[in-house]
């Protein structure tokens, strides 16, 4: 079955201690991206990946990092998360060239920062 | 840089009357635009999206959409409400070359018995 799968799905933690939320698709997309959902806000880019390698900036990418070791993983890291990193985080996967393709998304996680 | 707005929060209809949510976008030139639905606790899902090859376009669970360039509005219809369709709905565009999506602030769509 074609998904994108994410975990933790739910995780309650301080500020301060490092996490990383973890993605993994299985239809050998090159593109894949990481969402914020907040309410009143619909949702935001935080990191893309084009390819293996190559990662760039969504629209709010302050306070995260990113890596593609490999094409099927797109970890999101929170190094030293902030309460205001409380939110749903989304990850979605897609074939690159060609931008008519519908984006997979996972189930989402939602992150707690106290 | 590409917008979109998505009129009405909060929409509520009685079941099986139309359904009307509402998007406009953004753009100089004609976009890539979609309809994703997020059912509780799950991810968006793909209800529809237009190509340019048809401004009517058909999407799943009965719903489409019409592209109007002149209004430079994409919005989202259901002629009969079920009580399945209680969701949030999300508008997104991309341009052409660009994976990038840009996403509408979201309706929460309410159906009543």
């Known amino acids: 079955e074609a998904q994108v799968t994410q975990n933790p799905r739910y995780l309650i933690t301080v500020t301060g201690k490092k996490l990383t939320v973890t993605c993994s698709q299985n239809m050998n997309h090159e593109y894949m991206s990481w969402y914020r959902q907040d309410p009143g806000l619909g949702l935001r880019q935080i990191y893309y990946s084009m390819n293996v390698e190559v990662t760039d900036k969504g629209d709010v990418p302050e306070g995260y990092k990113v890596s593609r070791k490999e094409k099927r993983n797109f970890p999101l890291i929170l190094e030293s998360p902030s309460p205001n990193q409380t939110s749903l985080y989304f990850c979605?996967?897609?074939?690159?060239?060609?931008?008519?393709?519908?984006?997979?998304f996972g189930d989402g996680t939602r992150l707690s920062i106290l | 840089a590409q917008s979109v707005t998505q009129l009405g929060s909060h929409v509520s209809v009685s079941e099986g009357a139309l359904v009307l949510l509402r998007c406009n976008y953004s753009s100089s030139v004609p976009p890539y635009l979609f309809w994703y639905v997020q059912y509780p606790n799950q991810g968006l899902q793909l209800l529809l999206k237009y190509t340019s090859a048809a401004t009517l376009v058909k999407g799943i669970n009965g719903f489409e959409a019409e592209f109007k360039k002149s209004e430079t509005s994409f919005h989202l219809t259901k002629p009969s409400a079920h009580m399945s369709d209680a969701a949030e709905y999300f508008c997104a565009v991309s341009d052409f070359g660009n994976e990038k999506l840009t996403f509408g602030t979201g309706t929460r769509l309410t159906i009543i018995p």
């Open positions: 979605a996967s897609s074939y690159a060239g060609n931008s008519n393709q519908p984006q997979h």
